[in-house]
């Protein structure tokens, strides 16, 4: 099975300026979820998607969305861009069925440079 | 809130040596899971070890066990035998939710030849 595929790898973007992100699943995975990452505030949780819905959201603001579509491939998107959201943005996907203990597969991560 | 605190920022031990990291957490809550995950410079995060709240026997996995002591709340990752790839930023992560992984700070983790 082909793995977590995040895409662009890298992307550089300027302030007020607005992105989005892309995460394909590993194929049956219904479960993707995104995690920001940065040297100061280390791993953080931002959203996760389920069959569409999204069931958990973690401590960002608004200008951080996501959405999930039915062949269960998932988009984050940033809009008007700070510098401090500067940071390596993982994507991780699982089954989805038992909330609590599955294993998590990730992406090698989107690395995001606001200038 | 549930934190993870890992109070090791870095080490750096010979191959073939024994290395623990450190896991401490917060947590209310009684029936939970703990991970250790790794970070390469590949940037992919990969699960090394996962150990169940309710279980009292220390998960394991090849050279890879935990020490958990529920009462503490401690979760330490042993690695026997170390070789150059396990060189690794390496997290210990709660999960509270849903996919809500909370993670530690991280231990950067350096394998000398």
């Known amino acids: 099975k082909a793995g977590v595929t995040q895409t662009p790898r890298y992307l550089i973007k300027t302030r007020g300026q607005q992105v989005t992100l892309s995460c394909s699943p590993i194929?049956?995975?219904?479960?993707v979820s995104w995690y920001q990452q940065t040297p100061g505030q280390g791993l953080q949780f931002l959203f996760e998607?389920?069959?569409?819905?999204?069931?958990n959201k973690g401590n960002f603001p608004g200008r951080f969305s996501g959405r999930q579509f039915s062949n269960s491939r998932s988009e984050m998107n940033v809009s008007t861009l700070e510098l401090g959201d500067s940071a390596l943005y993982l994507c991780a996907s699982s089954p989805g069925q038992f909330l609590f203990s599955e294993k998590l597969f990730f992406g090698s991560g989107t690395q995001l440079s606001v200038l | 809130a549930q934190t993870v605190t890992q109070s090791q920022p870095e080490m750096s031990v010979q191959e073939a040596e024994t290395v623990t990291l450190s896991c401490t957490y917060d947590?209310?809550?009684?029936?939970?899971?703990l991970f250790w995950y790794k970070q390469p410079p590949s940037r992919q995060m990969i699960l090394v070890i996962r150990?169940?709240?309710?279980?009292?026997q220390n998960a394991t996995e090849n050279r890879f066990s935990v020490n958990f002591q529920k009462a503490a709340k401690s979760f330490s990752l042993k690695i026997s035998d170390s070789q150059l790839g396990d060189t690794a930023m390496y997290f210990c992560a709660f999960i509270q939710g849903a996919q809500k992984l909370v993670f530690g700070q991280g231990t950067r983790l350096t394998i000398n030849p």
């Open positions: 947590t209310s809550e009684n029936n939970y899971y």
């Open positions: 194929s049956g995975h219904r479960s």
């Open positions: 150990q169940e709240a309710y279980k009292q």
């Open positions: 998607y389920f069959s569409e819905t999204q069931r």
